[in-house]
């Protein structure tokens, strides 16, 4: 049996996310085979959605969860990192991992017989998010390629926007990024996409939603300004408004990883363009596929 | 500008200008080193205008200590003294993977973690397996 690590979008092509989603597919119409064994749940930093819906996945397939708490455990003693993810792996058949490091992954992988899938790595990764916004892309607009998404917002410390950037590059859509000054997205991402997949990629500091099909909203991270009047301001300019979307096209789509603050407006959820709950609901049926695929790789 | 020949050891030429100083430190070069060690700074050169070379008794560079003089001067010349002839010659020379100290990343899990950080080269920079950032060669000792 050949097991197979999610840890990086930069590791994946595009045919494995492609398998992935097939298999998320069939999840949902409830033909994934079922499956004995254990995940592991590790989160070394706080989560609502991915956790619970690793688990959730986990149960839907027939597995059976164990899940690490670090307030309770040895880490209170002093165990490190490494000696904490070999002790995980000698309990189970494939561990979800998140933790405030970049590179626990990557490392937590090296170090484990099973596979493991990285549920957020610190401000570099998180891959099983992607393949969720991408699978909801894809449902919504059935395709990827040549699609305008707009992403708003803090692009320079957000992990899902690393990722995605990266994910909708492989797939070849088109990128316009809007984020206020200093919080851009790191440079050689943006570069390293635009020269691998070919696409457009366009930095802006003003609102421009012109021609978008997907508008991507995160939030801005209050706790990255030394200036807290300065992040109230570019809070409330940062916050999406429907005016903003009048000239997106019409049937353009509104996502969020979640969990959101005030970066979008109440008039938002009902205006035919939100999407984020169904992009949280299309958690469990891509990670109980990538379950199924690291396991059977 | 003369210094006398050495016997055995390496002598690394072609040093970037003012880089001698580093190449010593990465070596493990110090004050406590108990044998005969010159740095020549702001040598001329025809080929580099300025250089910088270092002189070292009974140390000998292997390719591995080789890469960490081209983190700092790509292409110094490492000669390998032996009977005070030159039995080996080569270039510093990038490798395309390292496992070196620490990843200059502060929130790198290689930074809390024991065990060597590893980059692999893309290009001009450096790239950190673990937290995937980019680093210039320069950035990495």
């Keep these: 049996m050949i097991y197979m690590n999610i840890i990086s979008m930069r590791d994946l092509d595009k045919k494995t996310v492609e398998s992935i989603f097939s298999l998320a597919e069939k999840a949902e119409k409830g033909k994934l085979p079922e499956r004995k064994g254990i995940l592991a749940t590790a989160f070394f930093e706080p989560s ?18 164990v899940d690490f708490i670090p307030e309770v455990s040895s880490l209170q003693k002093g165990e490190s990192f490494s000696d904490t993810v070999k002790m995980l792996d000698n309990y189970c058949d494939i561990i979800a991992i998140r933790h405030p490091k970049e590179g626990s992954a990557r490392l937590a992988a090296r170090l484990a017989k099973h596979p493991v899938i990285n549920g957020g790595d610190g401000g570099n990764e998180h891959p099983t998010q992607t393949m969720i916004d991408l699978y909801t892309i894809k449902k919504e607009k059935g395709k990827l390629d040549g699609l305008n998404i707009v992403f708003f917002g803090d692009l320079k410390h957000a992990r899902t926007m690393r990722s995605l950037i990266y994910g909708l590059g492989m797939f070849g859509a088109n990128m316009i990024l809007i984020s206020p000054k200093g919080l851009e997205a790191a440079p050689e991402i943006v570069k390293e996409t635009k020269e691998k997949f070919g696409v457009e990629i366009i930095e802006k500091n003003e609102m421009d939603f012109t021609n978008a099909d997907v508008v991507y909203a995160g939030r801005i991270q209050e706790e990255r300004f030394a200036d807290k009047y300065e992040a109230k301001k570019v809070m409330e300019q940062f916050r ?15 996502l969020h990883p979640l969990p959101r603050l005030g970066e979008i407006g109440p008039e938002i959820d009902d205006s035919g363009h939100a999407r984020y709950f169904e992009e949280a609901a299309n958690a469990v049926p891509i990670r109980m596929a990538i379950i199924q695929y690291a396991l059977e790789k | 500008m003369n210094v006398e020949k050495i016997t055995n050891g390496t002598v690394i030429d072609h040093i970037v ?27 001329p050169s025809k080929k580099m205008g300025k250089k910088d070379i270092v002189k070292i008794e009974g140390f000998f560079v292997d390719e591995i200590k080789a890469h960490l003089i081209a983190l700092v001067s790509p292409h110094a010349s490492i000669n390998i003294i032996r009977d005070e002839k ?38 001009e920079f450096f790239r950190c397996t673990y937290c995937e950032r980019q680093f210039k060669s320069s950035e990495l000792v």
Excluded: H, W
Aim: proline share 4%.
């Design chain 1, 48 to 65: 609502t959605r991915t956790k619970l819906s690793f688990q959730s996945a986990a149960e839907r397939l027939g597995m059976k969860v």
């Design chain 2, 17 to 43: 200008s003012g880089k001698g100083k580093k190449v010593l430190s990465l070596l493990g070069i110090n004050e406590n080193y108990p044998y005969r060690v010159a740095l020549m700074i702001n040598m």
């Design chain 2, 86 to 123: 030159v039995s080996k010659k080569f270039e510093a020379v990038l490798p395309e993977k390292l496992n070196i100290g620490k990843c200059p990343n502060p929130n790198c899990i290689t930074a809390s973690e024991r065990g060597n950080a590893e980059f692999i080269k893309e290009g």
């Design chain 1, 240 to 254: 999406l408004k429907l005016e903003y979307l009048k000239k997106a096209k019409k049937d353009a789509i509104v």
